[in-house]
């Protein structure tokens, strides 16, 4: 009886702690405003290398040059961990900022939309909980254990750069 009290209080505090990392997340990417010319000028196209930064070919490649030593795969899965945090941090900026424009969009839009506001909570809490779920990916890829993926995340922010696209007029004037 006592291992099964063991394993739920390990799993509540598992969860608590997700929950906290989530809140952590949403709160620290926070953004004031969205300026019309970085609207017109986003690209997902700038997150494209974090699908290959963890990636295992890089290091293959540097266990295969004259002169490779152990500590350098680590210090290079070190160095790449670091840059793809910065990447998180930044998707999760640029998603606040798409976020912000959808909703001054559906605010100043001409017709009702009360279809949308639903959207962006739900698209809201699920970005943010991949993006708790990348950051558990991550902390377990520098244990060695499984592999990080941000497909997800990317899918996400294109599919709300795709939306706000469809309604660019009206979220340039309410963002000017």
Not at 77 to 84: G, L, P, S, V
Not at 103 to 112: F, G, K, N, Y
Not at 151 to 171: I, S
């Amino acid at each position: 009886m006592h291992v099964i009290e063991g394993a739920g209080l390990v799993g509540l505090i598992l969860l608590a702690s997700f929950v906290v990392l989530i809140l952590k997340l949403a709160s620290s990417t926070r953004v004031r405003g969205v300026d019309p010319e970085w609207i017109q000028h986003f690209s997902i196209s700038s997150y494209r290398p974090m699908e290959r930064l963890l990636s295992e070919d890089d290091v293959e490649f540097l266990k295969s040059q004259p002169g490779y030593e152990p500590g350098m795969e680590k210090s290079l899965r070190r160095a790449r961990r670091k840059i793809y945090r910065a990447y998180l941090r930044n998707l999760g900026q640029d998603f606040n900022r798409l976020h912000l424009a959808l909703r001054l969009a559906a605010l100043h839009s001409p017709e009702d939309r009360p279809d949308l506001a639903g959207v962006l909570v739900k698209q809201k809490g699920q970005f943010f909980v991949s993006l708790g779920v990348a950051h558990v990916q991550l902390a377990l890829h520098a244990a060695g254990i499984g592999r990080v993926d941000a497909r997800g995340l990317l899918a996400t922010l294109d599919t709300m750069r795709t939306d706000l696209q469809g309604m660019l007029p009206v979220a340039m004037n309410a963002s000017a």
